[in-house]
């Protein structure tokens, strides 16, 4: 028998979604300097709306970057306190020519609803906020438990102002655990907790040769080519079974518990259904010995994201650049640190740098990896609401993605997060076409009501 | 004791700078679609300009791309007839940012006229029709010998529209000779006939993954990516002394004569002035064994010109991008086959492509390489014109470059090229801040006068 709060989500679903609509139709683009009015507007837009719905002390909080947005409500005396998080910036839509309705301007097609930002993370972001809603409506402006509320706005550009919230501020966000709503199901209609997550550090590498642009005719056999040293550094960063050479890599790596490779191993996982629907190239790669959740959860990658510079245009242009960029990551997995790694990466970069070529490696951002315990209490109550409203038991997968605030809270506020998030592995997020099975949507603001009202029994 | 014609241009030259730089304003660029207007307009102010100065039987010549111009005057019965080439399209400007002043708004800085096309080819090509007209003017509207103009306006993407037109109406280009003023002086006041051009194969090689762009995070470890594809591709070219790895890539390859290695021995150059003043690199690069002349003129080469997809932007966007492409040319010499030598790199790069990622190699363009003997009538007329106005004898150099035009005159009109240029090595061609000494456009307008008197005598 559902909850009068659950009776609110369910009349006021078609609202709920205007809403999200309105939300998305905002290009909050963190990484690009023009859309910092887009940033900034959403976030006034969300703290309108956390004080319609009945939060408190709601905030605009100014930061030397994009703003965050805190509010709460807290007279639950007695009962824990909740410190939802998410991200209302997005991650740029190009390339724009393969969308199939504009990114900015949401379209419902099969169930789905298309935008940029729609389920990473505005739409799951916003499923808080209605869950919330209708806990506050269905027992009188009050909730069962207490709730802090922080929304930043710069997630998909390393989230530096939030860390140094959490750092420098962490009193304000005092809580029991953090709900982060930012990840996926494992399967479609399989309650899922996701209870590890990857690190990151973001690089690029600036390859300068010729001290200007030269004539590839003229110059050819003579001036070094910026590229072509970034193509023997690439060259030799991975060998060709996918195995990253940089010394030292590897040393600190942490295995996952045979407990949880034996879980994994019982996942409805299909390698060669996963090869054609969810990436659709001829073969996978990645390092021999390894099944893909254990090389996407629980190995490091290295990865190469553009190489600008030099002529991009159609056609043809003979020209020797003078220096070219490599943007370049690695996903980093217990107990790898960040700064120690960046360091081996840098030292043996530069070694690679060929003869005529000065390289510059640069941290752009990066974040440690995560592992959470099933055994906490939080995650406790999540896997019995989850049960309640999905009829199902929840299954504990890791992400081979980066949420550097979940380590945040867990090494400032020393509170555990329950990453309980409601996207599909083909939602395409970070693509073209990125959408949220709206079914999805509904049911998260469900789970998100039981989830609360377990703890506040 | 200068001619009439050499006094008319003395005259007149601050008119022709003008006109020149009206030329220079219009932004033809051929490889970028949203300036075929540009070219278009480029073409009929020639046309306008050359009915103007006194040519006949001026036509704008439509094509399946971009427009021929074409002229004569054929009234010096018993004189031979020179084909004046030129081009009136230009590469596109960028990098925009390190443009002193706009490409499209000629300014004079230091004796020097900096403009887009300034010196390639516009400003050359404008000092053919400033030759004529002075000509005409002085000799009662006669020219001493017979000439024939024709201009194309996609030298920069290939010249596919000339070269066939050569093939297919070559007998409306009869000639004894063509002029091309599209190279440079080996030094500054140094007189110097360009004998010979290095050819192109320029091509993309396309990296396919993953059947869409897919996060890093999540896919980092299972998805191929296509950069990393190319950089082992690309690593796989050239070994790390410069040789070029292509099985049977140097089977053709002629080597120059003695004598012509012996007077480039001579030639005024020194290799560590060449790296400090015009390439600015820490080292220079190519095959051990050749001199910096041997490997620019007279060796093979191979360049990365850009690598468009994934993520080029500000920051950070943590994508595996489904496909990624790599602009790579050579350059040939006598006596490689542009087919040929494209079938063997397509073969041996279509063999590099690791697991998982397919490759598609596409021929953007190509041309031949070309020798001229220095024994030629006309030669041996434009060495004694360059000793009259220059007072030195002249040099005979090649060119690292490529100007396909000029083996299509000697194959299809059986007519050999005066490779008469008045550029200098650190004039920026295809470069950011461009430029002509306008000195030597001065001073190559009086040569092309003296050489076609010399001609008529």
């Known amino acids: 028998m559902p909850s009068a709060a659950i009776d609110y989500a369910r009349q006021n679903s078609s609202r ?3 809403e999200l609509k309105t939300l998305l139709r905002i290009p909050s683009i963190s990484t690009l300097p023009e859309h910092n009015a887009d940033v900034f507007g959403a976030a006034t837009w969300l703290a309108e709306e956390l004080k319609r719905i009945g939060m408190e002390n709601v905030e605009v909080i100014k930061t030397a970057g994009h703003p965050l947005v805190y509010a709460d409500w807290l007279h639950a005396a007695g009962k824990p306190t909740c410190l939802c998080y998410g991200h209302y910036d997005v991650q740029p839509p190009d ?81 029991n655990f953090a709900l982060v709503s930012d ?24 390859a300068r040769g010729a001290m200007t642009d030269l004539h590839s005719g003229i110059y050819g056999g003579a001036a070094p080519n910026p590229f072509i040293a970034l193509a023997e550094i690439i060259a030799q960063l991975k060998d060709s079974s996918g195995r990253i050479l940089i010394p030292g890599f590897y040393d600190a790596v942490k295995a996952p518990s045979e407990a949880e490779l034996k879980a994994w191993r019982s996942l409805p996982f299909d390698e060669e259904h996963y090869r054609q629907t969810e990436v659709g190239s001829s073969r996978l790669t990645g390092e021999p010995g390894f099944s893909v959740l254990e090389r996407t959860w629980a ?13 991009t245009g159609a056609g043809a242009k003979t020209v020797i650049p003078a220096k070219a960029v490599a943007k370049v990551s ?3 997995v217990p107990d790898m640190d960040p700064t120690k790694i960046f360091e081996q990466y840098k030292h043996y970069v530069e ?60 090494r400032h506020l020393k509170v555990p997060s329950v990453m309980m998030g409601f996207g599909l592995p083909d939602d395409n997020l970070h693509a073209p076409n990125e959408k949220f099975h709206l079914a999805n949507f509904y049911r998260g603001i469900d789970s998100i009501i039981t989830f609360f009202e377990e703890l506040g029994k």
């Open 299 to 311: 190995r490091p990658t290295l990865d190469v994201h553009g190489m600008p510079g030099g002529f």
């Open 330 to 332: 690695m996903r980093l």
């Open 95 to 175: 390339p724009l020519g393969e969308w199939k309705s504009p990114p900015f301007e949401p379209v419902e097609r099969d169930g789905n609803l298309y935008a940029r930002g729609a389920v990473d993370d505005k739409g799951q972001m916003y499923m808080h906020l209605k869950a919330l809603e209708s806990l506050f409506q269905a027992n009188g402006g009050k909730l069962p438990i207490n709730v802090r509320v922080i929304l930043e706005g710069e997630e998909e550009v390393g989230g530096e102002q939030i860390a140094k919230f959490v750092r420098e501020k962490g009193d304000r966000l005092k809580a």
């Open 16 to 18: 709920f979604l205007d």
């Open 351 to 410: 070694s690679l740098a060929p003869a005529g070529v000065s390289v510059e490696v640069r941290l752009i951002h990066s974040g440690e990896a995560i592992v959470i315990g099933t055994d906490n209490p939080y995650i406790q109550a999540a896997t019995r609401a989850l049960k309640q409203v999905w009829g199902k038991d929840t299954v504990f997968i890791r992400s081979g993605g980066s949420i550097p605030i979940v380590g945040d809270f867990e």
């Open 183 to 206: 990840t996926e199901l494992f399967a479609p209609e399989l309650p899922t907790l996701c209870v590890g997550l990857r690190g990151l550090v973001y690089t690029e590498i600036e």
